[in-house]
């Protein structure tokens, strides 16, 4: 944690990303301060994925002839580079379209195994009425719908651990909300509106205690921290490629061996069978039954290169360097009229900034940051709860990412200091 | 900036006309609409008032509540300036030409258009909102209180009468 990017590892980082370099809004140098959204991507994630198009693009798992191979090992290869770099084994990896793809997946297989599918092993899946579901009050959409809607669909219930006043997860709830009917424990390991990142050990904790499986959405961390998903002891995870220097249309869902053998699949067709007959068909071992039809391979094999990049990188170096970030981001407390919604200190949060400013609208504060070449994010970021739970509709964030730096910050800072005058409020 | 947010629009901005619901009258034709917008959580929560018949339907009062950013607060305010007092079929004219402002990618009526002065006559204030068709998701914000009107007018069938 001691040894953060040198300011020649900057330059080096910024200079793989083409991207940075190009101007907005009749010249102004871009800063991109909407990593939380989507990421830029460096040189080597786009060779990757243009090279396996040049080079070695075959379907893969069938076929037998010397590309199909090398499709093939290129993309199990991405499977082991974005394994090694969470913490994972790769057959604990499944390709899917994202992380909100990744968490309806383990959903729907959720309610497949409610409807019996799955066998013996299986049933520690199914849910049914008395059964509970347990989220957080800061999920993002992608954490919380589709547990509404299998709740709704199996007839378990859902409950909710409360967000406390400094945008963190309220802890002591997890005893109480967290009972021997919770079966599912899904929850954020970083806020991607207060960026709080959560104790996690205390919810796997509270989660053994009771049986309950685990879901961890890890988009925000996984591009940001160092994640260990077997330290962590979650039962799943779900994170995307694009927020991590990869690709769209590319994600994963991590569950645990014993848990992903057990799990039904929930997608059928080519590549995830063994045996097919009129009546009936048995199913490959896990990754494979889940993932069914033509894969988007050469985004897998970029999000591995992503991932290669960023364990090069060292993410202790980038965790380092974005709290160097968050420090600077913080500052914007001091500016008149702006609110943080999110914890105030450097420990256990991510460089994500959420803010309000008193007397002007977010999409009006983002549209001046623009016009100085800032881009932000305004809006409630796919988090209405939470937003509600704070008593505002919408806020503007600033994300700090591994090729931000403490002047594009500075420049940040500037523009929104402006904004209040601009709209002429006192 | 300055292009975006005229003067004009901030000063709705900041005391626009018809805020504040008033109830509606229970023996007269009216509607309530609220309408969303999804990006950013702002809503609007329109009141409309008709009298009169067939070509004479008029839209005789408009509240609404809502929050929103300067451009949505002030085109509602300004809807309500254009609209109130004035026949359904007036009402309509002013939205369809509003609504093609917002197609003009910031240009505004092309001077080739004959028609270009006598809309921008229609729209009044309005015309402000120029420079807002430039930005595609502020467009949205420009619409949020004309698509409630719209949606008062299809629940009440007024459209048809003034045809």
Redesign the interface.
């Known amino acids: 944690m001691t040894h953060t990017l040198t300011a020649s590892e900057l330059a080096a980082v910024r200079a793989d990303f083409p991207l940075l370099e190009r101007t907005v809004r009749d010249g102004k140098p871009l800063v991109y301060l909407d990593s939380g959204a989507t990421s830029q991507k460096p040189h080597p994630v786009l060779d990757a994925e243009q090279d396996f198009y040049l080079q070695r693009n075959a379907a893969v798992h069938r076929g037998a002839h010397q590309l199909a191979e090398e499709a093939t090992d290129a993309f199990e290869d991405a499977r082991e580079q974005v394994a090694a770099f969470v913490g994972a084994s790769p057959h604990e990896i499944v390709w899917t379209s994202g992380a909100t793809g990744a968490l309806n997946l383990l959903a729907y297989a959720m309610q497949n195994a409610s409807l019996g599918r799955g066998g013996h092993e299986a049933r520690q899946f199914a849910l049914g009425p008395g059964d509970q579901i347990v989220v957080t009050e800061l999920e993002h959409h992608s954490n919380l719908i589709p547990w509404q809607e299998l709740a709704a669909r199996t007839g378990a219930s859902l409950a909710w651990i409360p967000v406390l006043d400094n945008g963190r997860l309220d802890e002591s709830s997890l005893a109480s909300v967290v009972s021997e009917r919770t079966r599912v424990l899904a929850f954020t390991h970083a806020s991607n509106v207060t960026g709080a990142i959560t104790n996690v050990p205390a919810f796997v904790a509270r989660a053994r205690e009771v049986g309950a499986i685990t879901v961890l959405d890890a988009c925000q961390s996984v591009p940001n921290l160092p994640v260990n998903l077997h330290e962590l002891g979650v039962d799943f995870a779900a994170f995307s490629g694009h927020k991590m220097l990869g690709p769209t249309g590319v994600g994963a869902l991590y569950g645990r061996r014993e848990m992903l053998e057990a799990l039904p699949p929930v997608s059928f067709g080519g590549s995830m069978v063994e045996v097919v007959t009129m009546d009936s068909a048995t199913y490959m071992p896990a990754p494979q039954k889940f993932e069914a039809g033509t894969q988007m391979v050469a985004q897998a094999v970029a999000m591995g290169a992503a991932a290669q990049y960023l364990g090069e990188l060292g993410m202790t170096g980038v965790l380092a360097h974005e709290r160097e970030l968050a420090r600077e981001l913080l500052k914007i407390c001091e500016l008149e009229g702006v609110r943080v919604i999110g914890p105030l200190d450097l420990e256990d949060r991510l460089a994500v900034v959420s803010f309000v400013v008193d007397g002007?609208?977010?999409?009006?504060v983002g549209?001046?940051l623009d016009?100085d070449g800032v881009a932000v994010r305004?809006?409630?970021h796919c988090a209405?709860p939470l937003?509600r739970r704070f008593g505002v509709?919408?806020t503007s964030r600033a994300t700090g990412s591994v090729y931000n730096t403490l002047d594009e910050v500075e420049r940040f800072r500037e523009s929104l200091s402006r904004v209040r005058a601009?709209?002429?409020v006192n | 900036?300055e292009q975006?947010?005229q003067q004009v629009i901030?000063d709705h901005s900041?005391t626009p006309n018809g805020r504040g619901l008033v109830e509606l009258a229970p023996e007269a034709l009216g509607a309530e609409s609220h309408q969303v917008n999804p990006?950013?959580?702002?809503?609007v929560t329109m009141r409309v008032s008709f009298t009169g018949e067939g070509e004479q339907r008029t839209v005789s009062k408009i509240s609404w509540d809502g929050?929103?950013?300067?451009?949505s607060q002030a085109s509602i305010s300004i809807l309500t300036q254009l609209v109130e007092g004035h026949t359904v079929a007036e009402a309509e004219e002013v939205a369809e030409v509003f609504r093609e402002l917002m197609d003009t990618r910031g240009k505004g009526f092309a001077e080739h258009d004959d028609h270009a002065l006598s809309k921008e006559d229609l729209l009044g204030d309005a015309t402000a909102f120029t420079g807002v068709s430039k930005?595609p998701a502020?467009i949205k914000?420009a619409l949020l209180g004309w698509s409630a009107l719209r949606d008062t007018f299809a629940q009440t069938g007024v459209l048809s009468g003034a045809e």
């Open positions: 002007v609208h977010a999409h009006d549209q001046l016009s305004v809006g409630h209405q937003h509709a919408s601009f709209f002429k | 900036m975006l947010y901030l900041k990006t950013c959580g702002d809503e929050q929103g950013c300067s451009i930005f502020r914000c």
